[in-house]
């Protein structure tokens, strides 16, 4: 039953309390791949706790504290819904796909529209793959994102353990070996509605086999009319596997307005000369959290890792990235970018660890930001942990204010001084908004960083 | 009255007086020349014209065709037909050359009455403009100046000012950097865009440039004043001289009087030069 959190408790109470309420569904769906790990999870979970400020990796982002207030620790409601109307305004214009939809966390099989699939591959509900590819879940669920495991970061493993302890729904792709999806995967994640904060728990798994190819567009959004309630929090848990050959793009938007927060971890594993690309993109929130981890296992991978955040009002915006290069002879490329205007906080940390014995990696890692106001802050700290002689990698970290030269050169062109920052600013995003494969999603994201600062749609990508 | 009229300007930057009563008058169809040693406020001068705020403007007045100037934002002058070609031109990456130009010369044209550019009348203005800095068609199409090299940004500068068509262009050392062909192609560009209507301040610190584009007038610039305006000849007079018998407050032939012979070892008497 769903427990209302009382103020008594201490936070982490609260859940541990919750857990032992779960029944039916949340407690016995799926399969034991999931099930199993449930105990176990709200164990370590227990014994860990929400992760404060005195870890280092969460030294300017206190998740504990940002979650004192009251909100119901919700198992997914059954079938929370949204109106026709509301997804199809949502939708990417020109984007053709097979479109998913989430509802407070549970996979909408009424908005959903998936169509028709290449042989063998599946698209659609986490709880349902799970029961139609019990294999694949045992061969993969909780294998990245997997807090048991001593290799794992136990500074990063609290969230994933309480996520594991509640999973219950989210998405599930699967692409067999040699299959490709011609068509993108558009996820669109909405709220369900209501005046009451919600902790929510998604879970969601990808798995592209051998040789096989997937581009996934996720896209966190709140509608006018379907707000967060402010306080509501999310912890979202994906993980991928990428099959030897296989091509994996993965887009995520975070646009869910001032009151929603979220906690994402994403643990993401390919194997030999496959090629994993993602990029995650904030638009807005309260406070945002992202833990994206990379694990090319196998030689001659690529790994692309971007990100844009744009941060204004109180929003605080942190992205921890790890590259794990197990193996020689890969290429990894960061670029994470923010503008943080008003009282916005931005965190990057991004890590490169190159393991004993992999050689000839290429690994690079750039975060540049700009800060358009004194009151905005930018903590930014690119790290390298090299256990290998024969590689080659850098890292830079950069955070100024607008170019005043560039804006007089613009100005003394006729252009007005509110137009040239504008330009300038959807410039500074334009490298990382190019990086997206997908014209329709490129094309969305100019739009909005045009709009955020005012410049209409006069700047084109790409020409 | 001419189109631009420059009153005893006096300029300081953080309490350092870098103008010290700088008079200059500039007519359409005129073409002048400011020459001076480094840090003699050539450069500032130009900025000043083109509108960069952190200069003080302590003393005198700056007429643009009648309207006081220096109360007037730097995009406000540009759509009034100023221009200023950069010393150092701005590397703007991301910002597409075609979208900033498109606007560039559509902001210009409303302000002065005109019809937005079209599509397909934008594409053939490029083109024609290009060519006549030589500037390769593809540089048109890329990020503003990046990567381009530095006869590149300055061909590019020239083509702006042909794209946008001002009244008055002011060039800030177009020429420095520039070997001798593309300083040929950059002038070839200015001749073709005198006209009767048009004003040029060319501000250099060399001679050479005054080879191609031939100036109605040579100023002198020492000190922060004009110390000396005569016509094409005095810039070749400058470059065999240098500026040394110039300086001093303001009048020249007291500092040549005073030996400066001696000091530079100019053989030359400075005296005939000198009278202002």
Same mark, same amino acid.
């Given at each position: 039953m769903p427990a209302t959190v009382q103020e008594e408790l201490s936070t982490e109470d609260r859940f541990l309390q919750a857990f032992e309420g779960l029944s039916d569904e949340a407690k016995n769906g799926t399969v034991e791949a999931v099930q199993g790990r449930r105990r176990r999870a709200i164990e370590q979970f227990e014994a860990l706790g929400f992760p404060t400020n005195q870890l280092e990796a969460y030294k300017y982002?206190?998740?504990?504290?940002a979650l004192r207030h009251e909100y119901r620790i919700a198992p997914a409601e059954a079938a929370p819904q949204a109106s026709t109307e509301e997804v199809e305004a949502l939708l990417l214009p020109d984007l053709d796909a097979?479109?998913?939809?989430?509802?407070?966390?549970?996979?909408? *099989?009424?908005?959903?529209?998936?169509?028709?699939?290449?042989?063998?591959?599946?698209?659609?509900?986490?709880a349902e793959g799970a029961n139609a590819h019990p294999d694949v879940f045992d061969a993969h669920y909780g294998q990245y994102a997997d807090f048991e495991s001593e290799a794992g970061d136990p500074e990063q493993s609290a969230m994933t353990a309480l996520n594991a302890a509640f999973a219950q729904d989210g998405l599930f792709l699967y692409v067999p070996e040699d299959v490709a999806l011609d068509k993108p995967v558009y996820a669109l994640h909405l709220p369900s509605a209501g005046d009451e904060p919600l902790f929510a728990q998604p879970r969601h798994l990808f798995v592209i086999e051998e040789n096989a190819e997937a581009r996934l567009i996720e896209m966190r959004r709140a509608p006018e009319q379907r707000e967060h309630a402010p306080g509501s929090f999310t912890n979202a848990v994906r993980e991928a596997y990428v099959g030897a050959h296989g091509h994996f793009d993965h887009y995520i938007v975070q646009d869910e307005g001032a009151g929603a927060s979220q906690h994402t971890t994403f643990d993401a594993y390919h194997e030999t000369e496959s090629v994993f690309? %993602? #990029?995650?993109?904030?638009?807005?929130?309260?406070?945002?959290?992202?833990? #994206?981890?990379? %694990?090319?296992?196998? *030689?001659?991978?690529?790994?692309?890792?971007?990100?844009?955040?744009?941060?204004?009002? +109180?929003?605080?915006?942190?992205?921890? %990235?790890?590259?794990?290069?197990?193996?020689?002879?890969?290429?990894?490329?960061?670029?994470?970018?923010?503008?943080? *205007?008003?009282?916005? %906080?931005?965190?990057?940390?991004?890590r490169v660890h190159v393991h004993r014995g992999s050689q000839r990696i290429n690994a690079y890692q750039s975060n540049k930001n700009i800060v358009l106001e004194r009151s905005a802050q930018i903590y930014s700290k690119p790290e390298l942990e090299i256990y290998a002689d024969d590689v080659e990698c850098s890292h830079g970290s950069t955070t100024g204010e607008l170019d005043e030269d560039a804006i007089f050169y613009l100005r003394s062109r006729g252009i007005p001084a509110e137009r040239a920052r504008a330009m300038l600013l959807?410039?500074?995003?334009?490298?990382?908004? *190019?990086?997206?494969?997908? +014209?329709? #999603?490129?094309?969305? #994201?100019?739009? +909005?960083?045009?709009?955020?600062?005012g410049a209409g749609q006069a700047l084109g990508v790409g020409s | 009255m001419p189109l631009l009229e420059i009153e005893d300007l006096h300029i300081g930057i953080e309490d350092t007086e870098i103008l010290r009563g700088v008079d200059l008058n500039a007519d359409g169809g005129e073409v002048h020349a400011i020459m001076g040693p480094n840090g003699s406020g050539k450069s500032t001068l130009a900025k000043v014209l083109a509108g960069r705020e952190e200069y003080e403007v302590t003393q005198g007045s700056v007429h643009y065709d009648g309207e006081d100037l220096l109360e007037m934002e730097a995009e406000e002058r540009a759509q009034e037909g100023v221009f200023m070609a950069f010393q150092y031109p701005v590397e703007l990456p991301g910002v597409s050359q075609q979208n900033f130009l498109k606007e560039s010369v559509n902001a210009v044209r409303e302000a002065q009455g005109k019809e937005e550019l079209g599509a397909a009348d934008f594409?053939?203005?490029v083109r024609e403009k290009s060519d006549l800095v030589d500037l390769d068609e593809a540089l048109t199409k890329r990020s503003v100046n990046e990567g381009f090299s530095g006869g590149e940004k300055k061909r590019n500068e020239i083509f702006h000012l042909a794209m946008l068509e001002p009244r008055l262009a002011i060039l800030d050392e177009t020429d420095s950097g520039l070997d001798i062909d593309a300083l040929r192609i950059v002038a070839d560009g200015v001749n073709q865009l005198r006209d009767s209507d048009r004003a040029f301040v060319i501000i250099t610190h060399y001679q050479r440039l005054l080879n191609y584009i031939e100036p109605d007038y040579v100023h002198a610039m020492v000190d922060g004043q004009i110390a000396k305006t005569g016509d094409k000849s005095l810039a070749v007079e400058l470059e065999e001289r240098g500026y040394e018998w110039l300086s001093g407050d303001g009048v020249a032939e007291s500092k040549a009087s005073e030996g400066n012979a001696s000091e530079n070892g100019a053989a030359t008497e400075p005296e005939e030069a000198a009278v202002a």
């Open positions: 982002t206190n998740v504990a504290k097979h479109v998913v939809v989430t509802v407070g966390g549970r996979y909408s *099989e009424e908005r959903s529209d998936v169509g028709a699939l290449p042989n063998g591959a599946f698209v659609g509900s986490f690309d %993602t #990029l995650t993109v904030t638009l807005s929130g309260d406070l945002v959290r992202n833990n #994206l981890t990379i %694990t090319p296992a196998g *030689e001659f991978c690529e790994s692309h890792l971007n990100g844009l955040y744009l941060g204004s009002g +109180e929003m605080h915006v942190d992205n921890r %990235t790890i590259v794990e290069h197990a193996a020689p002879d890969c290429v990894s490329n960061q670029l994470y970018k923010g503008i943080l *205007e008003d009282d916005a %906080t931005g965190v990057f940390n991004g959807g410039a500074f995003a334009r490298d990382v908004v *190019e990086s997206v494969r997908s +014209e329709p #999603l490129a094309a969305w #994201l100019t739009d +909005e960083v045009g709009a955020r600062y | 594409i053939k203005m």
